[in-house]
């Protein structure tokens, strides 16, 4: 399931969803443990022009504070949604999805969602830590949802919607990428 490639992605719908369960969890792990490291750690960069450890948590709860309630939001007017056995990828969201990956050739970041030399603090960690327990419960919820009929908007316009399915790829892969961004500004 794990495609680098641009072409359409296919897979289990409880395949798709315990991976992306499994990423999440791993994201918690790695965030705890960044939690326990000083400060002045978490606030060193390699440049001016990069981002520290917080700047790159709270770059992501930007992003997790619109596409969380927007997931929800999704769920909850979601009517007939019973769940397909097999997810089946957009071509735009899973080109997206796929540029997320860490290591993948990924897009600019927007103003308004970057962080640089922004004041961020300890609480960022904690919280994406809560984002990431909701993002849990929304994929739960998903068990029951149909992956390819619910929509949601995107961030950059409100006029583009994916798959849920699509959408939850894009942002768990998203802050996989950041995650390890994070890792990497604290060890260089």
Not at 12 to 20: F, R
Not at 37 to 42: F, H, Q
Not at 87 to 111: E, Q
Not at 121 to 140: G, I, P, T, Y
């Amino acid at each position: 399931m794990h495609r680098t490639k641009d072409v359409e992605m296919q897979t289990e719908s409880k395949l798709l969803l315990d991976d992306l369960r499994e990423r999440t969890a791993a994201n918690i792990l790695a965030v705890e443990e960044l939690i326990k490291l000083p400060l002045e750690k978490l606030q060193q960069k390699k440049n001016p022009e990069s981002w520290n450890a917080l700047e790159c948590m709270a770059h992501l709860n930007r992003y997790g504070d619109f596409y969380l309630p927007e997931i929800e939001a999704r769920l909850n007017a979601a009517k007939n949604s019973n769940p397909q056995p097999i997810f089946k990828s957009g071509w735009l969201g899973n080109k997206f999805a796929l540029m997320m990956l860490p290591g993948a050739k990924g897009m600019s970041t927007f103003k308004v969602m970057n962080t640089l030399d922004s004041a961020c603090n300890m609480a960022d960690l904690s919280e994406f830590l809560n984002q990431q327990h909701k993002v849990l419960a929304l994929l739960k919820r998903c068990e029951s949802s149909n992956l390819n009929k619910i929509k949601t908007s995107i961030s950059i316009s409100k006029l583009i919607k994916l798959k849920l399915g699509d959408t939850l790829r894009v942002v768990i892969y998203h802050n996989q990428r950041h995650i390890l961004q994070a890792q990497k500004a604290t060890d260089f």
